[in-house]
């Protein structure tokens, strides 16, 4: 260690009954005895006696010795400082850098908004939904779109988004695009990848070398030789040389050949004062059709990349009324709850892969929700003024420095006629990769070597970034840089820069609000506690794994060495980084027994697609090109098949035989796969199938006992096997992936690897192959060479998935996470997860059926779903609540306990799926299986009890019907919204005896229902 000072924790970590405790377990020895002897077992790993012997992992992994939380703290920080920040920085490039308010992290810190889950159940996450609609009303403001998702990956992932949507929009009459080659390279890169394998085709419209901007005339010239009509023209505001493109004249083009114009912003510069509004786009106003951009910086640094924010914006008006019924991602909308109450809930879900599955819209599920949360703060806390300086900033900066640049002998504006705002090329009289490291040895990270993006380029072309963060001092620190560089500026100062022309401007004032921050702290203080944290109690989403999210790790990966990286900073100042992305390689290599690993997709379901992008390269490898089917077991998460869809193994039936596509695999009736019905398929479809995706252990809880027998099936008929690994954390560390026949499998942080949940995200994935698809692997490999850590493209790599390294800053979390479990923490984790779902399952059973229905015995790993009993059923039907309304509500039923409620209606349509995790100790289960007990017993009393339900939340329960008719989805933000305090607090629902708060619901319920009984 060194002797570094280390900087003090923002909390005192003994005061949190979770944080401390050996591997996050806070269940004692005694617990974990008592817990085995209830169930019988004598010993963790008899849990695990009913999996196969030779798919069972022995013994601890290869992992380092865990680490003691102060050690392990210590070590993160020197890992953290084997980066190097520069003095000063000009790069930007596919990812901007401004400054964060400092709302912001003040918001990161509000623990019930950082951990919650998805908003599902609207009447515990008005918090969330709150967050989720400033940042959609903000991001209206800003650019005129009627309708901003909550949201996309990052900008590259959104832009393939905007692609499927625009095909949709047309019925899949246009499926061809144009791209302008000023896009990004990174972003066009990542639509090459995921659009291989399916319907959609574009073409690159080539750069104008003088300009640095595509020429309109080109642009058309490719139009009317496209061989089939347009779904789309995709271009940006600001291209990736800086210059501003011709939006208005590009916007009309589209519209001239009926094609969608797809425009790509960066949402900084479109406040007032800065460049026109999307919206606005076009010589009749009619606007753009749909918008991408990137939403990071309005949020959360670098992070060498990651987390993202795919900014994904569609019209909603009386000219478009119907295309957001084909737009991806969630949206939330404004409603009513029952007393008349003004709330928030999701909307338009029907659209979403967990109702229509391969029919949805996108595959995307966790989203970026955390982040659009944080933008919304960093918007607000700037407010209508803030965004307005921070946007003249940048230019006055980027003016300041083109000035002075251009006085170097040899250095000139790349396009002198060209507009810029905030980003411009020079063109210089060094190569640029000379001049980046020259400047790199005196502090200053100078910019990106753009040559490659421009025709001719002698390779001395580089684009430099202005923002905020940009004072005269940066610029006078970059003069000062290359004058030790260059030598003295001789040439006269540049008396004039390209003007912006006024019809690139924005016309009017974005109408951002000016909320005083004290008021905005309090505001979201406010809202965090309208919604409910894993800290406090058991949060028992079945197939979520809630678990508890260290404070360390958000300490961890905020520290500014890692979380300041710059994605496109020179790899020798990002060692540190890399170091870990190394790590988290290998570890996960241990972990799942495969033979590589990716760390660039940032979700399962991303995961999902990259397995499945994996599987079409390997069999296109082998001229394999019929393999058009993919088999899912009918239990499957929505986002498999939704996924399959993306991928381009579209469904197609005809008189009810499917020809291709999704082909749905039946469950036994002990909810495991039907083998016979995968062998009768692959009799079916021989050479027909590319893969299989199975959820192991399944959405049921299960074990796929049969697992390998069923990859040794897909194998030989030359299929591969992807495993859903959503619920690793049943098996981590005990069951070998590799001898179970997986070819690759996505690992949730966000599930079993404690990353937070973020009230939807942003999720992480990890995704480890098999040898045979390491060669196809996306993204790059972090290598250890004699120099240091370095990055190397898989030979057949089939591209990026994203627009850097993915969700890096999550890797962090994620490998100090590890860092603590060590060797013998992973199996630990798993263990004890698997004891506590099993423990609880054995509770509850008595007084509960399980489903699957007709085969209760199988031993349930991390979570068992449970249904009421028919009885019960029978008595709520006589009250006029169906079945699975009756479902419903008792899932509302566990909010009024201070509980989230299970999942509901997934897999099982009766069913409620619960998973306590590793995370609570014996006590707090015993109190949550109380509480659902006499929950029943209180139904069984009083059947209506049900219809009043919940009954301490801020709101009643809302009518999603009337909100789904009539969509809301943004407002002109004037006055701070009203927050609706709780009317018994999840905090004091947990300091209240059970039979208390039966009390308090009876008599909550007859105020409801208009019939109070007097004393
Ligand atoms: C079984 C299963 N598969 C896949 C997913 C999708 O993962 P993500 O939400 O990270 O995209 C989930 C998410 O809940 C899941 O539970």
């Known amino acids: 260690m060194s002797d570094h000072v280390i900087p003090s924790l923002p909390y005192d970590p003994k005061t949190l009954p979770r944080e401390t405790v050996r591997h996050y377990i806070p269940a004692s020895e005694e617990d974990i005895r008592l817990m085995c002897a209830a169930i019988g077992v004598s010993e963790l790993h008899e849990l695990f006696q009913h999996i196969p012997a030779q798919v069972r992992m022995d013994g601890p992994l290869a992992l380092p010795e865990e680490l003691a939380y102060g050690d392990l703290y210590h070590h993160m920080v020197e890992q953290s400082r084997k980066n190097h920040l520069p003095d000063v920085s000009f790069l930007g490039d596919a990812l901007p850098h401004y400054q964060l308010h400092d709302l912001v992290p003040f918001v990161a810190g509000l623990r019930e908004l950082l951990t919650a889950y998805t908003p599902y159940q609207p009447e515990r996450s008005q918090g969330t939904l709150m967050t989720h609609w400033l940042y959609q009303s903000c991001l209206a403001a800003l650019t005129g779109f009627e309708a901003i998702n909550v949201s996309q990956y990052d900008r590259a992932t959104a832009l393939v988004e905007a692609l499927h949507t625009a095909a949709r929009i047309s019925r899949h009459t246009r499926t061809h695009f144009l791209l302008a080659g000023s896009l990004f390279p990174q972003d066009v890169e990542v639509v090459h990848t995921l659009i291989a394998g399916t319907a959609l085709t574009v073409d690159l419209v080539p750069i104008d070398p003088e300009h640095g901007t595509v020429a309109l005339e080109t642009v058309r010239a490719h139009a009317t030789a496209a061989a089939a009509p347009l779904a789309g023209i995709v271009f940006p505001q600001v291209n990736s040389l800086g210059g501003l493109e011709d939006v208005d004249r590009l916007t009309d083009l589209a519209h001239e050949v009926g094609a969608q114009a797809i425009v790509v912003v960066d949402p900084m510069l479109l406040a007032t004062g800065g460049l026109k509004p999307p919206a606005a786009f076009g010589s009749d106003d009619r606007g753009a059709d749909l918008l991408v951009g990137e939403g990071q910086p309005l949020a959360i640094p670098p992070h060498f990349g990651g987390p993202g924010l795919g900014i994904f914006g569609v019209r909603l008006n009386a000219v478009h009324k119907q295309d957001i019924r084909n737009a991806p991602g969630r949206f939330v909308g404004a409603g009513y709850d029952e007393a008349g109450r003004e709330a928030k809930l999701l909307v338009l879900s029907t659209r979403e892969q967990h109702i229509r599955r391969q029919k949805a819209t996108s595959n995307i599920c966790t989203n970026q929700g955390f982040v659009t949360t944080l933008a919304a703060a960093g918007i607000l806390g700037r407010g209508e003024q803030g965004m307005q300086a921070s946007c003249a900033q940048a230019r006055t900066a980027a003016q300041a420095a083109a000035r002075g640049l251009v006085c170097f002998p040899g250095v000139e504006l790349a396009f002198p006629d060209t507009a810029f705002w905030n980003a411009f090329t020079l063109a210089l009289p060094r190569s640029s990769a000379e001049m980046i490291e020259a400047a790199r040895q005196r502090g200053v990270h100078l910019g990106v070597d753009v040559s490659s993006r421009i025709p001719g380029s002698s390779g001395n072309h580089l684009l430099l970034s202005f923002s905020d963060l940009h004072a005269q001092t940066h610029v006078d620190a970059l003069i000062a840089c290359l004058t030790d560089v260059l030598g003295t500026p001789s040439k006269p100062e540049a008396d004039f820069l390209p003007a912006v022309p006024e019809t690139y401007r924005r016309r009017d004032a974005a109408q951002l609000p000016n909320w005083d921050e004290a008021e905005l702290r309090d505001f979201f203080t406010a809202l965090s506690a309208q919604n409910i944290s894993p800290d406090l109690t058991c949060y028992p989403l079945g197939s979520c794994t809630m678990k508890y999210n260290p404070y360390l790790n958000e300490v961890v990966a905020g520290l500014p060495d890692f979380a300041e990286l710059h994605p496109e900073a020179p790899l020798q100042d990002a060692q540190g980084t890399l170091e870990v992305l190394y790590h988290i390689q290998e570890y996960f290599k241990a972990i799942t027994g495969l033979a590589a690993v990716t760390t660039q997709p940032v979700a399962g379901a991303q995961g999902e697609l990259v397995g499945l992008k994996l599987f079409q390269a390997y069999h296109r490898s082998r001229g394999e090109t019929q393999r058009d089917m993919v088999l899912i077991p009918h239990s499957a998460h929505g986002t498999n098949p939704a996924t399959a869809t993306m991928a381009g193994f579209e469904t197609v039936q005809r008189s009810g035989e499917i020809i291709s596509g999704v082909v749905e695999i039946d469950a036994a009736p002990s909810g495991q796969m039907n083998l016979e019905h995968v062998r009768q398929v692959l009799a079916r479809y021989p050479g027909r199938i590319a893969g299989m995706m199975i959820t192991n252990p399944n959405t049921s809880g299960v074990f796929e006992l049969q697992f390998q027998d069923v990859a040794e099936l897909i194998h030989a008929d030359g299929g591969l096997v992807y495993m859903d690994g959503a619920n690793m954390n049943a098996i981590a560390g005990w069951v070998d992936l590799g001898a179970l026949g997986v070819d690759a499998v996505h690992n949730n942080l966000h599930k079993t690897w404690s990353i937070p949940h973020g009230g939807g995200g942003p999720g992480d994935a990890i995704v480890a192959v098999s040898e045979r698809l390491r060669p196809f692997l996306p993204g790059v490999q972090v290598v250890q060479t004699a120099a240091g ?227």
């Open 789 to 1015: 850590f370095a990055v190397q493209r898989p030979p057949q790599s089939i591209g990026s998935v994203h627009r850097h390294f993915g969700n890096v800053a999550h890797k962090i979390r994620a490998y100090t996470y590890l860092r603590a479990l060590g060797r013998e923490g992973v199996r630990r984790m798993s263990a004890v997860a698997v004891l506590t779902a099993r423990y609880l399952h054995q509770r509850l059973k008595p007084y509960f059926p399980t489903l699957p229905e007709e085969h209760d015995d199988s031993p349930r790993m991390h979570e068992f779903i449970i249904t009421l009993p028919a009885e019960t059923f029978a008595r709520l039907e006589s009250e006029g609540i169906s079945r699975t309304k009756a479902v419903g509500l008792f899932g509302k039923f566990f909010l009024d306990f201070g509980f989230h409620a299970p999942t509901v209606s997934f897999p099982e349509a009766e069913g409620l799926m619960i998973e306590p995790t590793e995370s609570y100790t014996k006590a707090e289960l015993d109190r949550f299986a109380d509480a659902v007990i006499l929950m029943l017993r209180l139904v069984n009393e009083q059947p209506s009890l049900l219809t009043t339900v919940p009954h301490f939340t801020p709101v009643d329960k809302i009518d999603d019907v009337s909100a789904n008719k009539q969509v809301r989805l943004s407002e002109r933000l004037t006055d701070l919204p009203a927050v609706l305090p709780n009317r018994v607090a999840p905090e004091q629902l947990a300091q209240m005896s059970l039979e208390a708060i039966a009390d308090a619901i009876r008599k909550a319920s007859a105020v409801k229902l208009g019939s109070v009984v007097s004393g």
